[in-house]
Every structure is written in structure tokens, then in C-alpha cells.
């Protein structure tokens, strides 16, 4: 009998050595995260590999999964102890070692495996880990499973199995990077800097690209798991600027910046300025709906109102829906609706067939990118931003919120906006248009300006994101409505950064 989880272990002490921590806060909507080992230890982990095996079985999924694991100093550690417990509930693990979160994705089809185990914890600052999880390729868990998880492991009502298998896929680099590059190379002789916060991505980015023609300027792509420079996240500023320098220093054509785990690409262009995601995402849905008629997109509420208003798009006759964001929302959406693309405005995008197999995958993300640029010879990546309708656009900010607190203050926030459209209030001296309510709350003026205010998934934080199609004036003014009204809130904190 494995004993049953507990929540008030403190390290170094022998209670912690003897029984399994798990916080109940690491289990988020669609995957998990914990500090390690603070919130969560190796008994703890095995507990969430017990679970795991005991919820396939009772969904009577066969006990077969793909586990990896990212490049930080405990991630094999925690890797190996969630193993221990998939084993021990009759799982075949089949183990592809350090891995991009979408290599292990592509293991699933490769391997003809249900589940995925993917140890890693993205973006987040060292000291955190986690899981992304599934069992039906190409989707990973959402809210039901996650709870049905959670409640498994809290309770400790694991189903322990004999028949558990252990394999080791030695060489599932080499056919991920074959699957990526086994096409035509570009034409057009690109020179793109790839960036890799020497995060993991630095093990398979710089390759692919080579292989497929580009001249690659590599910028911390040495993986060294203490971040020495920044943390791989291609929404972090100092990564766009460490990049921006060396674009502008190399006369680069693009730069390509790739997370902790690869499944997201951030971009900026030949000048050296930064490109949401989301607008990449509109660029890219220009392209490909002159290619596929009647394409479908979608787009999470976090992203640009061009998705709805660019003329292009328009005329190509593409539709896009906003979803929640999450991408495991995004990727479930995609895929249930017939979209050709799914676009996140962090970077996570999900290319459907026939374009992709429709799960994320950074790599996949820049390599539509290059393709772009390849097809539009004449054209360099700074002219087809400004080709788009401008806008005015945060970035995305995230003001500390506890977990525990956070979905509270947002649904304060919902309330206060639907009292506010109900009385007739105006904002910007504008009215409010319309009240988006899939995830948080989107608030639309008269003009097309609009402000988010929702909870992070996978953060102790609230996420703010204000765009005016109008006005740089509009866009602060809508900014400081939303931020005035946090104001209020003593449960938040303070921001990450602001405009």
C-alpha cells in the first residue's frame, strides 16, 4: 500500500524522506506545477505516476505512455520517480530522455503510444517543475481530467498493477529532426538568429534550421540549466532584446526565440522590433488562407482584434473564433471545430492537418516563419508587419495574485464590467460594445479597444492585456481603467511589468 499524499512536509526532515508531499495547487487546469522540492518531493511524484496509471485504467485507456523530460538539473530526477510510480501502476513507459515538449508529442504518433508524461516546467524560473499530460494524441488533459487526477492522488486511491514495462527510445532526436526536415529546403537565402535562453531547445533548434538552408546566428543555445543570461521565455524582454542586438549587430533577416521546452517561437524582425505572437499568428493566417479557402482559425482572447477586422482575412474569406486561453483550450478547440490553425498569443501555436498534426511545436511555428519570408521573396519581415492594419498593443502583464485567490478576484472583476455595460458607464469616453466572457472577461469599447483581465493557468497571477485599433491614448486609457480597479484588490500584487 503507498501511502497517502500529504500537503505540510517540510525538507530535511525525516517525515519528507519517508512519505509523498503533493501540494494540492500544482494540479492547474491543464497540466501541473509545483516548486520542487518545496510543494511537491520524489515520493510525491511517484504518487503522481500511481495516479496517472490508476486513471488511465479506470478510463480504460491502454497503459501505454511517452515520458521526457527538459533540461534542468532535477528534471531527470523527477522524471525517474514519476516512472517509478507509472510502473508500479502497470504502465509501459517508453522513455525518449531530454526532450522538446512537442518531440514528445511527435512520440506519440511516432511510437503508436496513447499517453504522454512530459516532464518540464516551460518558462517558469528554475526551482519549478511539472507535467504536461495526455491520452489522446494530439490533445493533452483539460479541467475534468485534471481534477479527476487530483482527486485520485490526494486521496491516495491508487490502483497498484503488476506488468508495468520500461523501454528506452535511444534515438527519437534523430526521428524528430528527420520528420521536421524531410522536405524542400528554402530557397531564399535566409539568415535568422535562434535564440534559446539555453533552455533545451538549444539541443534541436539550431539543427533543424541548418538543415533546411538557414544561415543560423546562435544566441545561448549552450544549455546550462542555471539560465545564466534569462530565462527561455520569448515573451521576456530581456530575451527580445538580447535578440534585437543581434539581429541589428548581424544584419539578420529574422530572429526565432524558443522556450524552455520548445513548443512555443517568439519573433522579431529585420529592424530589431519585437512581434507579439499574435500578430505573427494574423501574418501567417494571411498566408495560409490564400492557400485553403474558407480557413478556419482560432485565437485566444488575449490576441489582437485583427483575427476579426483585417481586411485581408477578410477577403481570403477566413473566420476565427476566440477560445480560452491555455494550450491545452486552444489545441482541444482546434481540433474538435475543423480549424486549420490554432494561435495563442504566448506563442503557442497548433498547426491541423494538413498543415501539422495539431499539436504545439515551436520548431514547426518557425519553420512556417521562414516559409513566409521564403515565399514572399520581395518582401523583408518588417515589411509584412507594416503591411497589417496598425494597432496599439500591451504586452502581456501579470500582477502577482495568489493561486488560492486569484479565479476570486476575477470573477469580481467580471461582475464589476457587467454592472458597468448594465448602467450605461463609458470608458475612454466611449461605451462598452460587447463583454467576452470564455475566459476572464475581454472588455470591448465602441472603437474596438479593449482590455483582459483573467487568472493564469499555470502562475500565482492575474494576466492584463489592453490593444486600441484607434489610439496609443485609447489603449493607456483603457489600461489604467483596469488598473485603477485592481487597485482596490489587496490580493494583488505587483506587476511583472506595465506600460
Not at 526551482?127 to 490526494?154: C, H, N, Q, Y
Not at 485565437?299 to 485581408?312: C, E, Q
Request: one cysteine or more.
Amino acid at each position: 500500500m503507498f501511502p497517502k499524499p500529504r500537503q505540510d512536509l517540510t525538507p530535511n526532515t525525516a517525515a519528507f524522506e519517508s512519505l509523498p508531499l503533493v501540494k494540492d495547487t500544482g494540479f492547474r487546469e491543464y497540466d501541473a506545477r509545483w516548486l520542487f522540492p518545496e510543494e511537491i518531493n520524489l515520493m510525491g511524484l511517484q504518487a503522481i505516476g500511481l495516479g496517472m496509471g490508476t486513471y488511465f485504467g479506470r478510463k480504460d485507456i491502454p497503459k501505454r505512455i511517452v515520458t521526457g523530460h527538459d533540461f534542468r538539473w532535477y528534471s531527470g530526477s523527477v522524471k525517474q520517480a514519476l516512472i517509478n510510480g507509472l510502473l508500479a501502476s502497470g504502465m509501459e513507459v517508453y522513455d525518449i530522455g531530454l526532450a522538446l515538449s512537442p518531440m514528445a508529442y511527435f512520440a506519440q504518433f511516432e511510437l503508436e503510444v496513447e499517453g504522454v508524461a512530459m516532464v518540464t516546467a516551460s518558462h517558469n524560473d528554475n526551482g519549478w517543475t511539472g507535467i504536461k499530460m495526455g491520452f489522446e494524441r494530439p490533445l493533452t488533459f483539460g479541467p475534468d481530467d485534471m481534477s479527476a487526477l487530483k482527486k485520485i492522488v490526494l486521496e491516495g486511491d491508487f490502483d497498484l498493477s503488476q506488468g508495468g514495462q520500461y523501454h528506452f527510445v535511444s534515438d527519437l532526436r534523430e526521428r524528430y529532426i528527420a520528420d521536421l526536415t524531410n522536405r524542400e529546403k528554402f530557397t531564399r537565402k535566409l539568415k535568422a538568429v535562434v535564440a534559446c535562453g539555453n533552455g533545451t531547445a538549444g539541443a534541436f533548434a539550431p539543427d533543424v534550421l541548418e538543415a533546411l538552408g538557414c544561415e543560423v546566428i546562435p544566441l545561448n543555445t549552450d544549455l546550462d540549466h542555471s539560465f545564466p543570461n534569462h530565462n527561455p521565455n520569448p515573451e521576456d524582454l530581456k530575451m527580445l532584446n538580447a535578440i534585437r542586438d543581434a539581429v541589428t549587430s548581424s544584419g539578420a533577416d529574422v530572429g526565432l526565440a524558443f522556450d524552455g521546452d520548445g513548443d512555443r517561437c517568439g519573433v522579431v524582425d529585420n529592424q530589431g522590433q519585437m512581434i507579439f505572437a499574435d500578430k505573427v499568428g494574423v501574418m501567417l493566417a494571411r498566408e495560409l488562407s490564400a492557400q485553403h479557402d474558407n480557413a478556419k482559425f482560432v485565437a485566444d482572447v488575449k490576441s489582437t482584434g485583427l483575427f476579426l477586422t483585417d481586411p485581408v482575412l477578410e477577403q481570403n474569406g477566413a473566420k476565427t473564433d476566440f477560445w480560452k486561453t491555455g494550450h491545452s483550450y486552444i489545441k482541444r478547440y482546434s481540433h474538435e471545430n475543423g480549424a486549420l490553425v490554432g494561435f495563442e498569443k504566448s506563442g503557442h501555436f497548433f498547426f491541423n492537418p494538413p498543415v501539422g498534426r495539431g499539436y504545439d511545436d515551436g520548431l514547426v511555428s518557425a519553420i512556417a516563419v521562414c516559409d513566409m519570408l521564403d515565399r514572399n521573396t520581395d518582401k523583408s519581415m518588417s515589411e509584412l508587419l507594416a503591411a497589417l492594419p496598425k494597432t496599439w498593443q500591451s504586452p502581456t502583464m501579470s500582477p502577482h495574485c495568489d493561486d488560492k485567490l486569484k479565479y476570486g478576484v476575477v470573477e469580481r472583476v467580471v461582475q464589476h464590467y457587467q454592472k458597468q455595460a448594465a448602467d450605461g458607464a463609458q470608458i475612454a469616453g466611449q461605451a462598452i460594445r460587447e463583454l467576452i466572457t470564455v475566459n476572464g472577461i475581454r472588455v470591448v469599447l465602441q472603437d474596438g479597444t479593449w482590455g483582459l483581465v483573467r487568472a493564469s493557468s499555470n502562475k500565482p497571477e492575474l494576466v492584463v492585456v489592453v490593444e486600441s485599433p484607434t489610439s496609443e491614448e485609447n489603449m493607456h486609457a483603457m489600461f489604467k481603467n483596469i488598473d485603477l480597479l485592481l487597485e482596490d484588490y489587496p490580493e494583488v500584487g505587483e506587476y511583472n511589468q506595465k506600460i
